[in-house]
């Protein structure tokens, strides 16, 4: 059977089983402010964001010379400077890559029309500085802001933030470039003469702001009602078949083999994702669509059209350059950084491990407090950060391999395996153990745990 990788990149937008919220403390300054890129924030009961997240920020690995994220991005941008250019010979697309990470509910989540319940806005899976403010989760978070401003092609490229698992191939910060192109009604029938742009009945006006957005179930995966069958076909045919395949296959060789796949994405209708053959899996390497019209009205802009897509620089990296584990991309390690070079960005060399360190296997088992289960008051995502805290990357994989629920006293008990291992040197077993009982200690204190 064939199977689709799945490497750190984009959301899952449709499908999440996770529950709401979680009672795990976060890290709050004594003052009940946080100082951030020299902004100061009140924290609240959302605050989740913890000093070593915010460590990160600033890093800038994809603007770090000869860094593989840097190479990465370099690829994508040059390939738009080169393949799009306007009237004048200069390029098309605008490249924003220092835009702030610290956004607000409204740009991550409101103005791209995620519906107020939608999963991707929960506590446990962004990193909240307090109710109104967080990390970006996506560089689509810029979007609104700078086509307000007049852009109609740009990139956006920088780090993003999601509370996830920690394994090879995730991180809590990883890098997106967000793109979008928005062609006017005149140009796209100036080179493709013939059909309706919109859809005679329908009405053109602005929609409420404060009108219940449709679900994924509701939406037509064929097309929005204002735009007719046509402007869609010729606007999704520019998209696929000269940017995104283009660019595919500028990064991957022209032999590679690709398929569509249809998805769901609350900003764009319809929408796709783009997977390429690559070492016999399909792996997933952006999503994509035609823009929600309300996103651009809202922004402005009435006459137009418009296509957007996301890919993640980690994943593409790992795929060109063979990096077997995302915390390499974190490493100042001369034995990584001194493999890679931005002199020829068309030679990718293949990744060449400085050697194997071993892995330490330690389990941590605890009680949880009564009433509280996993994913009702105890959330993983909330054990993993205080993980990072406490052991950095010293951890490369954590696993909740046990759970387990009491038949008289009814509490539950979890057992998570933690997996050491340094990139950089051998981990001897007393130190491992002196950070696994740190763990143990800091969940007693953060999560009220009784450890086994
Ligand atoms: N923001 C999406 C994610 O992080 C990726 C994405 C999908 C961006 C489709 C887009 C888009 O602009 O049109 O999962």
Redesign the pocket.
Known sequence: MLLTLRVQG??HWVKSTRCLASSAAPAKSPSSQLEVSGSTYATDGWTNVTPKILSYLGANKHLQTDHPLSIIRQRIVNYFYGAYRNQRGNPLFSVYDQMNPVVTVQQNFDNLLIPADHVSRQKSDCYYINQQHLLRA?T?AHQVELISGGLDNFLVVGEVYRREEIDSTHYPVFH?A?AVGVVTKDELLERNPGPEFFEEMWSGTLPDPKVILPSSKFMDQTKQPCHTLEAVKLMEHEMKHHVLVGLTKDLFGPRIKYRWVDTY?P??QP?WELEIYFKDNWLEVL???IMRHEILQRSGVHQSIGY???VGLERLAMVLFDVPDIRLFWSNDSGFLSQFSEKDLHNLPKYKPISHYPQCTNDLSFWLPQDIEVDAGFSPNDFYDLVRSVAGDMVEQISLVDKFKHPKTGRSSVCFRIVYRHMERTLTQAEVNEIHKQIASASVDSFNVQIR
Request: net charge positive; aromatic share 18%; glycine share 18%.
């Open positions: 984009a959301r996506h689509t997106q967000a994405f900003f764009t929408s999503g994509c669509g957007a897509f996301g």
